[in-house]
């Protein structure tokens, strides 16, 4: 029997989620459809309280500069931009790379469900060398989310330009 029925149910705050089955169809692929909405799912979910978070702050610093009171921080260049992901990402430099370690959402803040990536990173490496390394290793299937590559580029840089002065 090769037919399939499928699951079409509506996600509170918005999407659609579509999971299929067949008669053969095995419980750990069961498992692992159920497990990769739920992931798909927190992820869109945080993206979007990270969205609202930033608008929060956005307001607020705006409403106080009104009020008489003191005017948003100017943002430095030196300063890197709100981690994506707070508490679930960090980085390490090794001699060739940069290392970017995440803990999905929706998964256990552990060690057993850390994913990392290496970024490549060499001292003669241009702005767009590292864009492009950043854009083909922290986008596609499993990814840590939007917004990642902008924390992420400052840390290259600031690498690349460490090994360029090692080098002379």
């Known amino acids: 029997m090769t037919d399939t029925k499928t699951l079409t149910d ?4 918005g999407g659609t989620v579509e999971l299929t089955v067949t008669a053969r169809t095995s419980n750990l692929d ?11 799912q927190a992820t869109v979910v945080h993206n979007r309280l990270a969205e609202q978070v930033a608008s929060w702050r956005r307001s607020l610093y705006e409403m106080r500069a009104e009020l008489g009171g ?8 030196s300063t890197l931009p709100p981690v994506p992901m707070p508490g679930r990402m960090r980085c390490w430099e090794t ?19 850390a994913v990392a990536q ?7 490496d241009t702005d767009a060398d590292l864009e492009a390394a950043a854009q083909r290793w922290l ?8 917004g990642t590559i ?10 690349r330009d ?6 002379g």
Not at 30 to 40: G, N, V, W
Not at 118 to 124: K, L, S
């Open 10 to 13: 509506l996600i509170p705050g």
């Open 30 to 40: 069961i498992e692992s459809t159920i497990l990769a909405a739920q992931r798909k």
């Open 70 to 77: 003191e005017p948003a921080p100017e943002s430095h260049t």
């Open 95 to 113: 001699s060739d790379a940069v290392w970017l370690q995440w803990v999905p959402v929706g998964e256990t803040l552990d060690l057993d469900h």
């Open 118 to 124: 290496r970024i490549p990173v060499n001292a003669t």
């Open 139 to 146: 986008t596609g299937y499993g990814c840590p989310p939007s």
């Open 150 to 159: 902008e924390w992420v580029l400052p840390q290259l840089r600031t690498h």
């Open 162 to 167: 460490r090994l360029a002065d090692a080098l």
